[in-house]
């Protein structure tokens, strides 16, 4: 599958899913069960005092409004305000807090129509632009997008996807920015650095029929505008997912997920389904046709299916949502088609992704062989690498170096056989931040003519 992430050279009711802090060593799996958790107080800070700390001093060092020293007195009801202990943990109304702007930063677009939507005004935004709180975007079909966060978060957008960056802030409590953005339509992944502590700002991405708060992790959130349910799909880490109404959370291990309907009701949680697995391929009548057939997990009710013309998926070619795993090429070649397919289920939530690349080979020295291309377009300085790896894990480097000057943006690598293949692309977006692009693909090389 492939993945987006970057670094800097310098460093309509509402459910909620966050990822949880606690250790689970040992917790059983859940495949059956559901494990509920207290919900969250997402709105306050909790700051512990420390000696020479007042209230008013705090107040005046950290917080803003004529009646911030109020609003922190009633959200804690101490006792006696002029003796607090040091230790004590008070709870800071984040409403109050004093902050700057934070930024995110267009690590990937290969396309030139995302648009920035500011009211009336519509405004296209190219890779290297840094956006802030209200930017509102719309992906068209067949882009791929990316944006870094200061603290290196990752939030990748799929085709057809609108977010909105909510809130995008610092505050000098904590060490990584606020950050809550509102996923309106579509898909999106997040990949937020385990290096996050608890204790940081939150970071929530929200539907309308959903918020996920993020404390170190990697997962999907989507959310269908027309039918306004949501998914919550955990690839790393742990996650709880409630209904705004709902008292407790659920606790969803990575390959699992939780789908909540229209009305905010989560349900129980669910293993992820496997990616169909290439089968075998049917000559079809003509004999140009080829019907390819993929074994597929029984309970899923459809599947994602994505097509491109490179192993980097930069130039897609179609979407679609088959009920059955197959699909049918026309006049495959030695360039090959690359497949990206996805299970789901019956609530909607997707599985993990499997990229095929297939292709009707040529034979050399006793081995079915094909070109297979990556695209550069919109690659500042890209650097490749690119490794096989055989049956028993063993990896082979193809390349590992910079992209030098290539014909219509590609890279083509003639002549390689069935097998595994990952591969990493990393590129600058500015001078100081770098993005990369990771995957990993099967080439399934059929018997061709030659």
Known sequence: ????????????????????????????????QT??????????????????????????????????????????????????????????????????PATATVSRLNCKTVI?????????????????????????????????????????LMSGAVIQIKTLRRNSLETSPEVKVELLDG??????????????????????????GVRGTEFRVGFDAKQRTSQVEVKVGVVGARGELEKTEKRTEAGQGVAITASGQS?????????????????????????????????AERFLLITAD??????????????????????LGSKPVFYQ???????????????????????????????????????IKPHLLFQKVDAQGQVFELLNGPIQAVDNNLLVFRGLPSGVYRWRIEHEVSAAMKAGINGQFELVAIPGTD
Not at 187 to 212: C, N, Y
Not at 273 to 284: D, F, H, K, T, W
């Open 1 to 32: 599958m492939t993945r987006l992430n970057a670094t800097r050279a310098s460093q309509a009711s509402r459910c909620v899913a966050r990822v949880l802090t606690l250790a689970l060593a040992g917790a059983s799996p859940l495949w059956a």
């Open 35 to 100: 494990a509920s958790d207290p919900v969250p107080d997402t709105g306050h800070l909790i700051y512990q005092m420390q000696q020479g700390d007042s209230l008013l001093g705090l107040v005046n060092r950290h917080m803003q409004g004529p009646d911030a020293l109020k609003q922190l007195v009633q959200a804690n009801r101490f006792p006696n305000v002029n003796r607090i202990s040091v230790g004590s943990k008070i709870k800071i109304p984040r409403s109050l807090l004093k902050h700057t």
């Open 116 to 156: 920035q939507i500011d009211g009336n005004a519509a405004t296209p935004i190219k890779t290297g632009t840094v956006l802030g709180e209200g930017a509102v975007l719309r992906i068209p079909a067949g882009c791929q997008f990316a944006l870094t966060l200061e603290d290196e978060s990752t939030l990748r």
């Open 187 to 212: 898909r999106m992944e997040i990949d937020v650095p385990k290096k996050r502590q608890t204790g940081d700002a939150p970071f929530e991405v929200l539907t309308p029929t959903s918020v996920a």
């Open 267 to 299: 349900q129980d949680i669910e293993k992820l389904l496997s990616p169909p697995r290439y089968a075998s391929v049917e000559p079809q009548a003509g004999g140009k046709d080829l019907l390819l057939k993929f074994d597929a997990a029984a309970q």
């Open 310 to 331: 490179d192993a980097n998926f930069s130039a897609l070619v179609s979407q679609t949502q088959p009920t059955q795993a197959q699909v049918l090429a026309s006049e």
């Open 341 to 379: 397919w996805s299970s789901i289920s019956a609530s909607g939530l997707m599985g993990q992704a499997q990229d095929y690349a297939i292709c009707k080979g040529y034979k050399r020295l006793d081995h079915w062989r094909c070109n297979v291309p990556f695209n550069t377009l919109g690659l």
